[in-house]
């Protein structure tokens, strides 16, 4: 009965089924892996923020710029120091802290390298206002804050629209604002410990990539679909088996019906010796009268 099994055609299906039942569940737990990566990853990413932020409670000393850039997930959030003199002083509107919408203000600190560093030199409640900004320290100074990465739109509450007014800044990084300053600007940016003239505080953040974002629960959908397909294919196999088998059932059984005897199949074409002729050629002539 299950004959049809050893056919071309089932080895191919069969074959078929072996490789991409184990691909499938392959592919779901390495996805469910990389969740579970990016979930370490967030907690491990929490516990850093609060150790340096025990460090700079702490009165931490700090590491010159130079030695902990570039900006990786090791030294985000390290607490470093950079001297130098204030110069061009931007806003970064629509910034949430402690549940309250603000914005940061953002000014450049020209190093002896000849570089701007962006400095967030602390936050305000309400809109951007540059008459609610303070002004920034005379003369050269030196600051220690958390070093951060560049931000990229979309991500740590980074808003993506555009069409600012002049001197403000969606994005802390040194795309957004290499055409804003003529000096060339450090790929990362620094927090104050402590803020400046009454302004509060910005707090680290973790790393991008760190956190349940967008991409960690892309791989947990992933993971999902990777299984779905797995059943799929097993249904399917299930499916087209039990066809078979009733198809090959009625076969033996000779339930199958005469395609001659449908009511599709074509009648059959009539004798032509059976039609009667119309006009009378099958009669005998009659003589005409003399």
Request: proline fraction near 8%; charge should be negative.
């Amino acid at each position: 009965m299950y004959r049809f099994l050893l056919t071309p055609r089932w080895w191919g299906i069969n074959v078929f089924v072996v490789l991409a039942i184990p691909f499938c569940i392959f592919m779901g737990s390495w996805q469910l892996g990389r969740f579970e990566d990016r979930v370490q990853d967030h907690e491990s990413a929490k516990e850093q923020v609060k150790e340096q932020a025990a460090e700079s409670e702490g009165d931490a000393k700090g590491r010159p710029l130079r030695s902990l850039l570039p900006v990786d997930k090791e030294t985000s959030g390290e607490q470093a120091t950079a001297t130098g003199r204030y110069g061009r002083q931007l806003l970064v509107p629509d910034r949430e802290l402690d549940e309250k919408s603000g914005f940061y203000v953002l000014t450049l600190l020209r190093t002896d390298d000849g570089k701007s560093l962006p400095v967030v030199r602390g936050w305000l409640p309400g809109d951007a206002s540059d008459a609610k900004a303070p002004a920034a320290p005379k003369g050269e100074v030196t600051v220690k804050g958390a070093l951060q990465a560049s931000e990229s739109p979309g991500s740590n509450g980074v808003s993506a629209t555009g069409g600012l007014p002049k001197g403000q800044v969606g994005a802390i990084s040194s795309a957004s604002l290499v055409n804003l300053v003529r000096d060339d600007v450090y790929d990362a940016w620094i927090t104050l410990d402590k803020a400046d003239s009454g302004m509060k505080a910005v707090p680290a953040t973790a790393p991008n990539n760190t956190g349940l974002d967008l991409k960690a629960f892309q791989n947990l959908g992933y993971t999902g679909e990777w299984f779905v397909f797995a059943g799929f294919v097993i249904f399917m196999w299930f499916r087209l088996f039990r066809r078979e088998a009733e198809f090959a059932r009625d076969a033996r059984l000779g339930l199958l019906p005469d395609p001659a005897a449908t009511p599709d199949a074509p009648a059959a074409a009539p004798d032509a010796e059976s039609i009667p002729d119309p006009t009378g050629a099958d009669s005998k002539p009659v003589a005409p009268p003399a």
